[in-house]
């Protein structure tokens, strides 16, 4: 007998809310990678001057490993919503687009953290306290991205999924608590040693930059994980895609902005002093006092 008749599924297999998901991703792949040329090119003439070299650390590479991480991200998410639409099925990508969102994740809040503790940028190592926050976000994350798998491959409705989605948002506010404790501590300490030492104007800058990261990251934080879902309420079903298109270009301006705060320059706020100024050893000594680096050894790593 011949097979049953099967209507065709329309234009794809996409909702109206996801139909524009594929292209909305495809154009902030394309942006998070011009970002990336950016702060290669911007690291790379940094290597090149003598002078701007000794700016060029390793939080920086780290911070270009992100945004790569999240281009790709973005473009998997767009060939795996692509697929979805033209045969309703996109297993193989899907195993991808996990990992690399794991990997994005927790560079993200690797590096939120790592640049609110001051590492490689002042200071050469973590205390103890840090490596306890750092590893405890890690594995966080592996709890948060779990909870992601689950709720991408079930259905809503399905038995757990609930209860994976509340884990989901409890462990991502955990998150987001924890990466802001490193930036109190360090503005609570720089407001300290402000006024603690004859390089008042030397941390007040440090101040200024952490007060600023600090108010950066909150504002991401309360973009992406409330007023998105505000937005979310107040759209159109056919224009819930807006959402996802906020949340990616809030998270661009994010990265800019951070990046054009921390981005490795001669002039930088947490070591403004030149090396052939006669007084670098002073400002070396100081911030040695300051993160406990007291000694000939702290001194030769920071230099």
Request: proline share 5%; glycine share 6%.
């Amino acid at each position: 007998p011949p097979p049953p008749f099967r209507p065709p599924p329309g234009p794809n297999y996409l909702s109206a809310c996801e139909s524009a998901l594929p292209l909305v991703y495809l154009v902030f792949a394309a942006a998070f990678a011009l970002a990336a040329a950016a702060w290669s090119w911007a690291l790379v003439r940094g290597g090149q001057n003598k002078a701007a070299g000794s700016q060029v650390h390793a939080i920086h590479w780290l911070m270009l490993a992100l945004v790569v991480f999240k281009m790709i991200d973005l473009l998997l998410d767009s060939i795996r919503f692509h697929f979805l639409a033209a045969t309703g099925s996109a297993e193989g990508w899907a195993a991808v687009f996990y990992v690399d969102s794991f990997i994005t994740s927790g560079l993200l809040f690797t590096v939120i953290l790592l640049i609110g503790t001051g590492w490689s940028l002042v200071k050469p190592f973590l205390n103890d306290r840090e490596k306890k926050i750092v590893l405890f976000v890690l594995v966080l994350q592996v709890l948060d991205n779990v909870a992601l798998v689950f709720l991408e491959e079930n259905a809503p409705g399905s038995q757990g999924w609930y209860t994976w989605r509340d884990v989901l948002h409890l462990v991502d506010i955990l998150c987001c608590c924890m990466i802001l404790l490193p930036i109190v501590w360090s503005i609570r300490h720089l407001r300290a040693a402000a006024g603690a030492d004859g390089k008042a104007q030397h941390n007040l800058l440090k101040l200024t930059l952490f007060r600023q990261f600090y108010i950066m990251v909150v504002a991401y934080i309360y973009f992406t994980r409330i007023i998105v879902f505000l937005l979310a309420a107040t759209l159109s079903y056919e224009h819930m895609w807006l959402r996802f298109a906020a949340t990616e270009a809030a998270t661009l301006l994010f990265y800019v902005v951070t990046g054009f705060k921390f981005r490795p320059t001669e002039e930088n706020p947490y070591l403004p002093v030149s090396k052939d100024d006669p007084d670098r050893d002073a400002a070396l000594k100081d911030v040695d006092s300051e993160f406990g680096l007291d000694g000939d050894e702290g001194e030769a790593e920071l230099s």
